[in-house]
């Protein structure tokens, strides 16, 4: 089935098209759209996509006339979710922004001080403040962002939060859309192929706000998310292009990760799927 849109047209091409995908997170997503529709920078688009949530996600959406595009389809996952907004959106940048993430008011516009139109293969990210029940939760350093070229430091965790990012659309065509076969890790398995090849522009300040306090984060309700990290660094291999060192540290990565998940499994009576990664290693 195919999603339908119900669209309000701008009267001008927007330079950026902001992606929302949400499922069952009505009570959140209003801190999301405001905190899109307050930027300071204003050409932009804005589209929510429904993934076929069965609360009141729909009433609210269709009483909130700001809404430049509103995508609803049946529950197919977050990344079928960015991709349909991806698919109907007219920017040549595009941002995305989870719903139970929020952004400060002048994300977009201090992101764009640093993209130029003779970079077309630009991408931008953000360090990220974290709450945990009002209160600020520290990062470790394992979780430190950065810039510049940084693909084996990816190889180990997701180092880029989806909601902090700004990308050029010939970038994101180039590299490939989200995963729609990865229930989780979706975001990892894509910044993987990005940074293999890309540098990446980084804006040491926190421009989005995470909010840890969530039941339904895929990290609290998907078990070792390393099994889909594990097709994503056995896919990036499969590229021709990737550099000898790259190679290597994915080979690395993939052994460690492969493992750690055969040893867990083998503690669950769960043998034959440990055999499985035992072979991959």
């Not at 949400?22 to 300071?40: C, E, G």
């Amino acid at each position: 089935m195919l999603p339908v849109c119900v669209v309000l047209p701008l009267q001008h091409k927007p330079l950026i098209s902001v992606v929302i995908p949400t499922f069952n997170r009505v009570d959140a997503l209003p801190r999301s759209i405001y905190s899109v529709l307050r930027q300071t920078y204003r050409n932009f688009e804005l589209i929510v996509v429904d993934d076929g949530s069965t609360d009141a996600t729909s009433d609210l959406l269709a009483s909130i006339p700001e809404l430049i595009q509103f995508v609803k389809q049946p529950h197919r996952g977050v990344s079928a979710a960015r991709n349909a907004g991806i698919s109907v959106s007219r920017g040549d940048l595009i941002a995305f922004l989870d719903s139970d993430d929020e952004w400060r008011e002048d994300k977009l516009e201090k992101q764009l001080r640093l993209f130029s139109h003779e970079n077309e293969y630009f991408i931008c990210h953000s360090d990220e403040l974290w709450l945990k029940h009002g209160q600020i939760v520290n990062q470790k350093n394992i979780h430190r962002k950065q810039g510049g070229y940084f693909f084996e430091r990816a190889l180990d965790r997701c180092l880029i939060s989806p909601s902090s990012v700004l990308i050029s659309r010939t970038l994101l065509a180039k590299v490939g859309r989200f995963d729609e076969d990865l229930p989780a890790a979706e975001d990892y398995d894509l910044w993987l192929r990005v940074t293999a090849f890309y540098p990446v522009n980084f804006i040491s300040e926190p421009l989005i706000i995470k909010y840890g306090d969530r039941n339904d984060q895929l990290s609290k309700t998907i078990p070792a998310i390393d099994r889909y990290r594990v097709q994503s660094i056995l896919k990036i291999l499969q590229d021709p292009r990737l550099p000898e060192n790259y190679r290597k540290a994915a080979e690395k990565t993939l052994v460690k990760k492969c493992e750690i998940l055969a040893k867990g499994l083998e503690k669950r009576g769960k043998n034959e799927e440990a055999t499985r990664y035992h072979d991959i290693a």
